[in-house]
């Protein structure tokens, strides 16, 4: 099933995101991790790609055997900073031979020491790309805080409309921790236009080295009652990993409340993660 399909019926959905190995000798234990998330039922599971299409073929992997063996409608990544319209050709074949109908767009994050020779600039790029050569349903990423790499958030909204108008049929959020930022996202990209159905992405934090690693990368902001977790938890691997799963599933809770019907949980291969928060949910789900 696409995507788009789901998105657009009259219900609650709630997805998540597993990533392949790095080396093929993790394959086994990643692949069984996939496997257990997957027996969940999600509405659909993403699987991302590594930079510069490092672990290409695990992702093509993985999400064929999601399809083929667990029934489950799969979503691929595809970055294209590093790629070559050859590349991504080849790519976009093995997903249409996978029998896989949805793939994300996304740029990718640029290599330290600057961009390699590249055939894309933008997202926007791709997706013209992937829409040309075949029937696919395409998605794109977008960003609450506004992107990193963006002047103002007023620019990135404008390039978000661009790559919603070169095909998106959806978008899916970075993650945030504070949901007034994404209800004001949600007002400003529909003020100008941008009416295409929007996925919620949250983390659930269960660990400090996670919280390091966001805020270097992304400069998410972190409000005050998520912090005091961290500081009271955040010693406490056990405890950190229970009050995370708390934090992201009131999160999701409040989303929904006030309509934001689609959620995707980062569940970082973790299938414990994945089933405190569908439990949490079972009830809202039905």
């Not at 695990?58 to 590349?87: G, Q």
């Not at 095909?167 to 941008?194: A, P, V």
Request: aromatic residues 8%; glycine residues 6%; charged residues 20%.
């Amino acid at each position: 099933m696409k995507v788009s399909q789901l998105l657009n019926q009259d219900k609650v959905t709630l997805s998540f995101e597993v990533f392949p190995p790095k080396t093929s000798s993790s394959y086994e234990s990643v692949a069984h991790a996939t496997q257990e998330i997957a027996a969940l039922r999600p509405d659909f599971m993403s699987v991302t790609y590594g930079a510069g299409g490092g672990t290409s073929e695990h992702t093509v992997n993985i999400a064929a055997d999601l399809k083929k063996k667990y029934d489950v409608t799969v979503l691929t990544h595809l970055t294209c900073v590093s790629s070559t319209r050859e590349h991504v050709a080849a790519m976009v074949k093995k997903y249409k031979d996978a029998g896989i109908e949805n793939i994300l767009a996304l740029r990718g994050d640029i290599p330290e020491g600057g961009a390699p020779h590249s055939d894309y600039h933008y997202a926007a790029e791709l997706v013209r790309d992937i829409k040309s050569q075949g029937d696919f349903c395409v998605g794109g990423a977008c960003y609450p805080e506004g992107h990193v790499e963006a002047a103002n958030k007023t620019e990135d909204i404008l390039h978000l409309k661009e790559k919603v108008d070169a095909g998106c049929e959806f978008l899916t959020t970075q993650m945030f921790f504070d949901n007034n930022i994404m209800y004001n996202f949600l007002y400003r990209i529909r003020e100008k236009g941008i009416t295409v159905p929007v996925v919620a992405g949250i983390m659930p934090v269960t660990n400090v080295k996670q919280i390091k690693r966001i805020t270097s990368m992304s400069g998410t902001y972190l409000p005050e009652r998520f912090k005091a977790i961290v500081d009271r938890f955040g010693d406490n691997p056990a405890a950190m990993k229970q009050a995370g799963v708390i934090y992201a599933t009131e999160q999701i809770i409040d989303l929904i409340a006030n309509g934001v019907n689609h959620i995707h949980v980062y569940s970082m291969n973790k299938p414990e993660i994945a089933a405190g928060i569908q439990s949490s949910l079972s009830e809202i789900l039905k």
